[in-house]
Antibody
């Protein structure tokens, strides 16, 4: 069974940093591109970042470019999102998602990040 | 960037009714389109991928179709458990973009 378990969320002050992790199991992690997708409270879904299976290709949404860094450790089956210079508008539930191709995603349960003073 | 215009934003329908939700892509995305259902407090669940392929375990009353750059999700006979918010996603090119969502309610 595919499992994606996010961790590392919490309450953080504006301008500070936070690092999210996503531990994957039930599949060969190193074979799949991975993504972070977020959902602000009461709002729709927003793609944040993607990383290819070997980390060769990395893409970011304009809203986080230069502030967030996606990375992965295939030996540890773990995806990361380093978030810096956090803003109130980054407050959201952050999902880790596996891309199986043709826009097909498997999702984790999400981890909440709240940016507030 | 590719824009995904989803309609309607909300929809009220009766049990057993046919429901159709549409996403219009601003440019060609081929079949790199999927549909997700989200229920309150839950992660989105895959319904359709590759524009027309039914995900494992999804009831056959759900179907996806494509006409050029317009994509549709059809529920042939609405059931109570189909209530929720539906999103389309294009993963043809970065930045990936979601439709704005369709909130489906029972009439």
């Amino acid at each position: 069974e595919v499992q994606l378990v996010e961790s590392g969320g919490g309450l953080v002050q504006p301008g500070r940093s936070l690092k999210l992790s996503c531990l994957a199991s039930g599949f060969t992690f190193s074979n799949y591109g991975m993504n972070w997708i977020r959902q602000a409270p009461g709002k729709g879904l927003e793609w944040v970042a993607s990383i290819s299976s070997s980390s060769s290709y990395i893409y970011y949404a304009d809203t986080v470019k230069g502030r967030f860094t996606i990375s992965r450790d295939n030996a540890k089956n773990t995806l990361y999102l380093q978030m810096t210079s956090l803003r109130s508008e980054d407050t959201a539930l952050y999902y880790c998602a596996r891309h199986r191709g043709y826009s097909s995603l498997d999702w984790g349960q999400g981890v909440m990040v709240t940016v507030s003073s | 960037d590719i824009q995904m215009t989803q309609s309607p934003a909300s929809l009220s329908a009766s049990l057993e009714e046919i429901v159709t939700i549409t996403c219009q892509a601003s440019q060609d995305i081929g079949n790199w389109l999927s549909w997700y259902q989200q229920k309150p407090g839950k992660s989105p669940q895959l319904l359709i991928y590759g524009a027309t392929s039914l995900a494992d375990g999804v009831p056959s009353r759900f179907s996806g179709s494509r006409s050029g750059t317009q994509y549709s999700l059809k529920i042939s006979r609405l059931q109570v458990e189909d209530i929720g918010i539906y999103y389309c996603l294009q993963a043809y090119s970065a930045p990936w973009t979601f439709g704005g969502g369709t909130k489906l309610e029972l009439k």
